[in-house]
């Protein structure tokens, strides 16, 4: 259920036929999401989609943070800076 192909996701694990990342699932997983409301945000996914992402993600936690932390990075570059009065 889970595949890793160049060029798709960045490369990274993501849900077999869709743009959905591992890391994606995982980030709602660990905010506390339960897998149920998990499948409400991303409501093109099925339950079992869900469970194999956190599954892949509890195996495998540095590829997830890694992940999160390069994805983190990324949106603060794009944050517009406020100058201060």
């Known amino acids: 259920?889970?595949?890793?192909?160049?060029?798709?996701?960045?490369?990274?694990?993501?849900?077999?036929?869709?743009?959905?990342?591992?890391?994606?699932?995982?980030?709602?997983?660990?905010?506390?999401?339960?897998?149920?409301?998990?499948?409400?945000?991303?409501?093109?996914?099925?339950?079992p989609q869900v469970h194999a992402a956190i599954a892949h993600a509890l195996a495998n936690p540095g590829e997830v943070d890694s992940a999160l932390e390069e994805e983190a990075a990324a949106a603060e570059k794009l944050r517009p800076r406020t100058k201060a009065a």
Not at 2 to 13: D, L, S
Not at 28 to 34: F, K, V
């Open 1 to 47: 259920m889970i595949e890793a192909t160049p060029g798709i996701c960045g490369g990274r694990p993501r849900l077999a036929g869709t743009r959905v990342s591992v890391h994606r699932v995982a980030g709602y997983y660990r905010l506390g999401y339960a897998p149920e409301e998990i499948l409400g945000l991303l409501n093109s996914l099925t339950l």
